[in-house]
């Protein structure tokens, strides 16, 4: 199957930084990536989506690159926030709508 | 109403047990699915229902039965299961429609077996 996201590194930043989460995919077959926010002792959360067949999206505060060259994703938190800590899924939405998720990178923001 | 509730949040129950998972959504979605999450790994697809009908099965051993009883709830019946499926089982609904991307997710079930 597509494997979207191989890794689970942790990210620490200082509250009014700007963050990047990156994730790389290997299979191109999706049609739009999405990132999700899962805060402790919840589900995942719909953050921003990106068709695959552009290279930038804006949202409030949060802005995805696409890199079809080099199958990468990232997301760019603006300004960020102690509610902004989570762990941050990448994820490749495909027909029927099924979603693969990446494996995730934990946002720790420092007061 | 722009929830998807998962009942119970906590359950426990023994390899010889059964029990069921329940999933509810008001949302007019038709599109259904239940994910299965290890601790600090990425959810994985268990199943995903469009119009009520059981359109994807991600190869998912038997002792896991999904049922969809109407196009609000989404049911998991569990049985035999095995200490290695304590996990959190998300729900999730969206718009069937293509290029649909939002799914909205429950809380999960918290599910341990002993």
């Known amino acids: 199957g597509e494997s979207v996201g191989l890794h689970l590194p942790t990210l620490s930043v200082q509250e009014g930084d700007n963050s990047i989460i990156n994730c790389a995919y290997s299979?191109?077959?999706?049609?739009?990536f999405i990132w999700y926010k899962q805060e402790s002792g919840k589900g995942p959360q719909f953050i921003i989506d990106?068709?695959?067949?552009?290279d930038k999206r804006q949202g409030q505060r949060v802005t995805v690159l696409l890199n079809k060259t080099v199958k990468h994703l990232s997301l760019q938190i603006a300004a960020t926030q102690p509610g902004d800590s989570a762990v941050y899924f990448c994820?490749?939405?495909?027909?029927?709508?099924?979603?693969?998720f990446g494996g995730g990178t934990r946002l720790m923001v420092k007061p | 109403d722009t929830e998807v509730t998962q009942t119970p949040k906590h359950l426990v129950m023994g390899m010889t047990n059964k029990k069921s998972l329940k999933c509810e959504q008001h949302m007019g979605h038709r599109a259904m699915y239940w994910y299965k999450q290890k601790a600090k790994k990425p959810p994985e697809l268990m199943f995903v229902?469009?119009?009520?009908?059981?359109?994807i099965n991600e190869s998912v051993p038997s002792r896991f039965s999904p049922e969809c009883p109407n196009s609000s709830l989404l049911n998991l019946h569990l049985h035999a299961l095995q200490p290695e499926d304590s996990a959190l089982y998300l729900c999730?609904?969206?718009?069937?429609?293509?290029?649909?991307?939002?799914?909205?997710f429950g809380q999960g079930t918290r599910l341990t077996v002993v």
């Open positions: 994820a490749g939405n495909n027909a029927g709508n099924m979603l693969t």
């Open positions: 999730a609904s969206s718009l069937p429609t293509p290029g649909n991307t939002e799914a909205f």
């Open positions: 990106i068709r695959s067949n552009m």
């Open positions: 299979n191109s077959a999706s049609d739009y």
């Open positions: 229902y469009s119009y009520e009908k059981l359109s």
